[in-house]
């Protein structure tokens, strides 16, 4: 046997094998835990810009320290120059006497969108999705939050919002 047939049938053997173990890998799966929307706009276009709740719902855990992963989509728009951005901040009350938390990376500077240079808020429209993986550590019904806050304090406007929790 030549060892160009030889190697041609090893190259053969090893990619059967190769693809023998492909089709046995078992994918990973979600169960989704909650989720929720809401098409309707919410904006703010008077100072003085607080902290403003867009959207909640509430999720059921059945052991303890159970891993979430939280997913936020909206579309997006803040008035002004390129450096001004609306902070999203994911908040998650757990059942029982752990205090609310934000849910990290969601609880530092997290731009959801920011300014394009013009002065209104209705201009530069983006859809963007903020997400977050934590533990829980108790189990039961738990909220979790979604809060924006313009910075500096500007006109803004999100719509067509959806939060959904998976483990």
């Avoid at 979430?68 to 002004?80: H, L, M, Q, R, W």
């Amino acid at each position: 046997m030549n060892s160009n047939l030889k190697s041609t049938k090893v190259l053969l053997g090893l990619l059967s094998v190769l693809l023998g173990l492909c089709l046995t890998v078992e994918q990973a799966s979600a169960d989704m835990l909650a989720g929720v929307t809401n098409i309707n706009p919410i904006q703010d276009t008077a100072a003085p810009f607080p902290t403003t709740q867009v959207i909640a719902t509430t999720f059921v855990t059945t052991i303890l320290n159970q891993l979430v992963d939280v997913k936020y989509n909206a579309e997006c728009s803040i008035g002004g120059v390129a450096t001004n951005w609306l902070n999203t901040d994911i908040v998650i009350d757990p059942a029982g006497t752990p205090a609310p938390f934000l849910c990290p990376p969601s609880n530092s500077d997290n731009a959801l969108c920011s300014g394009n240079g013009t002065a209104t808020h209705n201009d530069g429209w983006v859809s963007a999705v903020t997400n977050c993986v934590t533990r829980i550590p108790t189990k039961g019904v738990h909220t979790v939050r979604v809060r924006v806050t313009p910075v500096p304090g500007v006109p803004w406007r999100i719509d067509d919002q959806s939060l959904k929790v998976e483990n």
